[in-house]
């Protein structure tokens, strides 16, 4: 827990757990508002089995993970699930824009350039929301998150002074 916890003093790690946290929080809000475009109709078009199940599950994930990042509350449980939802992302939606086929049981869209550039375009958000999700794996919530609190309450003390 220690190192979960365990974050440094910085300020700017705000300014990306403010891009991260709010992107994903938006985009969870957005699979309940909008499920058949962003929710569980886009889930079902892109050919992913179970679709309800799936689209739902991410859209709670993101919500979730958004919330605690925005806070700094767990913040690395909350950026590993966002890799790995950036990560299925890309693999599944990205990856065969790039090569211009299908891949397994998902659908490619409908574009009117394939290739490395058009791939490069679409994917420009996940790669940015992917990259942030690494930066706060690697350093924690910053100064200003629940998680500094926790570290300081729980793991400053000198079993000395008991």
Do not use: C
């Amino acid at each position: 827990m220690r190192r979960i916890l365990q974050t440094d003093a910085a300020k700017t790690t705000l300014l990306i757990r403010l891009m991260v946290g709010g992107v994903f929080l938006s985009e969870g809000v957005q699979k309940f508002i909008y499920p058949m475009t962003r929710g569980v109709g886009r889930f079902e078009n892109i050919g992913f089995p179970i679709p309800e199940f799936f689209g739902n599950f991410v859209g709670f994930l993101e919500l979730l993970a958004g919330i605690m990042i925005l806070m700094g509350m767990l913040t690395r449980i909350g950026a590993l699930s966002t890799i790995t939802i950036m990560s299925v992302a890309i693999i599944v939606t990205k990856i065969p824009i790039g090569f211009g086929e299908t891949f397994g049981p998902f659908v490619l869209r409908d574009l009117e350039v394939y290739g490395f550039w058009s791939m490069a375009h679409e994917m420009r958000t996940d790669f940015a929301m992917w990259l942030g999700s690494f930066f706060l794996i690697i350093k924690g919530g910053g100064r200003w998150s629940v998680d500094r609190g926790w570290y300081r309450n729980w793991y400053s003390f000198s079993w000395s002074d008991k």
